[in-house]
């Protein structure tokens, strides 16, 4: 788990007040468990100011879910103005509607405030659309699964073992939902190679020198892909 060091909010009625605008603004909250890199998608679906409690939406994709029952523990990080925001929690109680869980948790006693922007990977589906290919030694082309993106970078996944180092740089040619190509360069930042069931290479990679114009239409399309997931959930809050 990343610690986020920033300024550390104890007030409950900043703390309440910061919640409240991450609820109105449908904000996508990235959730982290013990032991676990992996990231899942959350919102906040209400808060009980007077019960001290908040109701979160079912983690995405189903794993992330499963992995919660078990533990009980989670670590949340969302973007509120472009400005981070984390804090931990443990689950209290779970409950179902309309074929869907969410989460009843503590309003935190603490938020951690980034004083920077940070960037904020979001996860990309299968069906989005979005791809990437790779061009390495000399040329050779793989294509690769996008699986999170943000404003400075992806997370992909290639079907076979990749001999990449962290430092690396590798052209690639990203390829947007709308059909916009960027053409670009990553930096390898780190690489983990799975062997089952598949040969693949999971690695992040870092954005150099983009563009100000390929910059702007990325960032439109990581809004898009937060406005498709927003869409997704029930607009009930339970």
């Known amino acids: 788990m990343t610690r986020l060091d920033g300024e550390r909010i104890t007030d409950a009625a900043r703390v309440s007040s910061l919640l409240k605008q991450l609820h109105e603004q449908r904000a996508i909250l990235a959730v982290t468990l013990p032991d676990s890199t992996d990231k899942f998608n959350s919102a906040i679906l209400a808060i009980d100011e007077p019960a001290k409690r908040m109701m979160l939406d079912e983690l995405t994709p ?110 690639c040619t990203l390829t947007l939902a709308d059909g916009h190509e960027i053409e670009c360069e990553l930096e390898v930042r780190y690489v983990n190679h799975v062997s089952r069931p598949h040969e693949d290479t999971h690695f992040g990679g870092r954005f150099l020198d983009l563009a100000p114009r390929l910059h702007e239409r990325l960032a439109r399309a990581i809004i898009n892909l937060q406005r498709e997931l927003m869409r997704k959930r029930p607009k009930n809050a339970r």
């Open 62 to 171: 189903r794993i992330g879910h499963e992995r919660l029952l078990t533990n009980g523990k989670l670590h949340v990080f969302a973007l509120l103005h472009g400005i981070g925001i984390s804090f931990a929690a443990t689950l209290r109680q779970v409950g179902r509607e309309c074929g869907i869980c969410y989460y009843r948790i503590r309003i935190p006693e603490q938020l951690n405030y980034l004083q920077q922007r940070a960037n904020f990977r979001i996860r990309v589906g299968i069906t989005s659309g979005i791809t990437v290919v790779l061009r390495c030694d000399q040329q050779q082309q793989f294509r690769g699964r996008v699986i999170d993106m943000s404003e400075s970078g992806l997370g992909i996944m290639v079907r076979r073992a990749l001999p990449l180092e962290c430092g690396e740089r590798l052209p």
